[in-house]
């Protein structure tokens, strides 16, 4: 699998992000990539006005993903990112999305808010309560992560239990002291843990660090991207993790069960 990673700064103005991702997924269409993963949030975001993620939500039949459908339409580029979508009540849902060919093929509401290092993600946003589902691409499976997700081994573990080749994260990671160490510190042991791929996309700009990568089964970092707007590629291969998965048989040896949500 040939996979892309698309980081960007995403600004307050959603037609602007629209057009932004419009571009990377005709860029990584170009490239010849199977897949492409672009940041946590990229409808709207100002780092000044903290309520535009509720402000600014949109139905996933909204105007955003109905441009990035009809640009998807005609090729088989999977893309994925997330989205902030409205609900009944006061608060909204962070949600990563799969599209292929015009359509949404899998759904993700985000299971572990941020609430952590002086942040509340929760005063605007529900919790998800299903675990990820797997996504096909190009042979390999596929498992759904979103941001401060990383920080929690089991829905890792779990994604990988279910038959996960790569897990993709899409993120809005801040930054602060230790931040970008902890980003390539958790992002590195998730796939090394679990023998397979990691592709974890940073928004850049002013608040957030960039520096999205991919880091192979055996905790190498094959690709990186800088702290401003990329389009980066890398491949992905079903043997490495078949050799990983034969020297380091984490996943055979484990004594634990399957986690479950509780």
Not at 138 to 157: I, N, Q, S
């Amino acid at each position: 699998m040939k996979v892309a990673m698309g980081q960007f700064a995403v600004s307050r103005e959603w037609q602007e992000n629209a057009d932004i991702c419009i571009g990377l997924m005709n860029n990584a269409l170009a490239g010849g990539a199977d897949l492409l993963v672009m940041p946590e949030g990229v409808l709207a975001r100002d780092i000044a006005d903290p309520d535009l993620v509720l402000k600014a939500a949109q139905p996933l039949d909204g105007p955003f993903l109905t441009q990035l459908l009809a640009a998807s339409k005609g090729n088989a580029l999977t893309t994925m990112m997330s989205v902030h979508v409205p609900t009944a009540g006061e608060k909204a849902l962070n949600v990563l999305i799969a599209i292929r060919n015009g359509e949404i093929i899998a759904a993700y509401e985000k299971l572990h808010l941020y609430d952590a290092f002086a942040m509340q993600e929760s005063q605007r946003v529900n919790p998800g309560h299903e675990i990820p589902p797997l996504v096909e691409v190009a042979g390999m499976k596929v498992g759904l992560m979103t941001c401060y997700d990383v920080r929690f081994p089991e829905l890792a573990r779990r994604l990988v239990l279910d038959g996960a080749d790569v897990l993709v994260l899409p993120a809005a990671w801040v930054k602060g002291p230790l931040k970008e160490m902890h980003w390539e510190l958790l992002t590195t042991a998730r796939a090394l843990e679990n023998t397979c791929y990691m592709v974890a996309v940073g928004e850049c700009g002013p608040r957030n660090i960039g520096n999205s990568l991919v880091i192979d089964p055996l905790g190498v970092a094959i690709a990186k991207a800088p702290e401003s707007a990329a389009l980066v590629f890398a491949d992905l291969d079903l043997q490495r993790i078949a050799y990983a998965r034969s020297v380091l048989p984490v996943l055979e040896n484990r004594r634990f069960a399957r986690p479950e949500l509780k």
